[in-house]
């Protein structure tokens, strides 16, 4: 039986801090060309995540096994973060890069919520030279995979692997979109059976495309658009169905949300469940992020899930066989 989900995206060290204070009011700067500013922030945290990280994290909550595969450095496994993975029922097939370090992402925001983002890629420079054909087999049992945000050089590749291996694909493209040229775009859409993104992430495919939103649709066979606090919408085959949000108890921050929706979708998939429901089991999951900071600072068990699942949708979907 085919169980286990494969997670392709990023694994990543995120530094959070905070500026008490505006970013404008710190701002040197005698010309257009020449600026200087300098920050002492107030507060400083560091947590895991990527998307690969998020989604596995979430995945183990739900009791899925997951298998994923990236590249990170040789700082990775000096951390707690492979404990926390593998405690979460993933099975880390990572590469690691020797002379780099594990990407890190530093964001520090000021009063306003206005971010400064700063991203090193790291050891994900090298994503693209993963051989897929070596790290799994047919005995992995895999039933779906997602290949989440990553360069696209490693995105592209992992595409026509997963086509050759026969291991069907959610391609999740994220905010790499506007990294992709118009013609590597028109080449991937052609393969693409299944597609998510957020509506930003759509209208930015469909205008690199210069497709209208109806053709983009009739192109791809499933299509999911997450649309944030207005739920998410579903092209199967082209037929509409659009699916609530559920609701938290508290909102927090809604960073991560997204990668909570695929966990509770790629989980519903492995049981064969309809596609619709997929999308209610990944507005549940979604819902339990935004109630915390950062991606993996949720927890829920089984009771708690059920009770909110049928407080927001009804009935859980037969078939469906979480934890």
């Known amino acids: ?11 990543a060290f995120d530094y959070i801090m905070q500026f008490n204070d505006l970013f404008l009011n710190q701002i040197v700067s005698d010309n257009k060309t020449n600026m200087q500013m300098a920050l002492v922030v107030d507060s ?30 040789k700082d990775f496994f000096q951390t707690n973060y492979p404990n926390i993975l593998q405690s979460k029922l993933v099975d880390l097939r ?14 520090t925001a000021d009063t306003n919520k206005n971010q400064i983002i700063i991203f090193y890629a790291g050891a994900l420079k090298n ?18 995979s997602i290949n989440a945000p990553n360069p696209i050089n490693a995105m592209e590749s992992f595409h ?11 391609f999740d493209p994220g905010q790499q979109i506007g990294q992709f040229s118009q ?35 009739s192109q791809i066979p499933k299509l999911i658009i997450t649309l944030g606090e207005k739920g998410s919408i579903l092209y199967d085959n082209g037929e509409k169905s659009e699916i609530g949000v ?19 979708l790629l989980s519903g998939i492995v049981d ?42 009804g009935n859980l979907p037969k078939g469906l066989k979480l934890f």
């Open 44 to 73: 400083h945290q560091i947590r895991y995540g990527g998307t690969a990280g998020n989604i596995c994290y979430s995945l183990g909550l739900l009791k899925r096994h997951s298998i994923s595969i990236s590249s990170v450095g």
């Open 127 to 144: 994503a693209y030279k993963i051989n897929l054909f070596r790290k799994i087999s047919q005995f992995d049992n895999i039933k779906i």
């Open 272 to 313: 064969s469940i309809d596609l619709y429901d997929c999308c209610k089991v990944g507005s549940v999951v979604g819902s339990y992020i935004v109630e915390n900071a950062g991606g993996q600072g949720h927890l829920f068990d089984k009771e708690n899930f059920f009770d909110r699942f049928e407080k927001n949708f």
């Open 183 to 217: 013609e590597k775009l028109n080449e991937l859409v052609k393969t693409i059976d299944f597609l998510i993104v957020n509506e930003h992430e759509f209208e930015l495919l469909r205008r690199r495309l210069n497709y209208t939103k109806s053709k983009l649709i």
């Open 246 to 264: 559920a609701k938290p108890n508290k909102i927090v921050d809604p960073t991560g949300a997204g990668d909570g929706y695929r966990s509770g």
């Open 160 to 170: 026509y692997q997963l086509k050759r291996l026969k291991i069907p694909e959610i």
């Open 94 to 107: 990572f590469n690691v890069s020797e002379n780099d370090f594990t990407a890190r992402c530093y964001i």
């Open 1 to 11: 039986m085919r169980n286990n989900i494969l997670v392709l995206g990023s694994i």
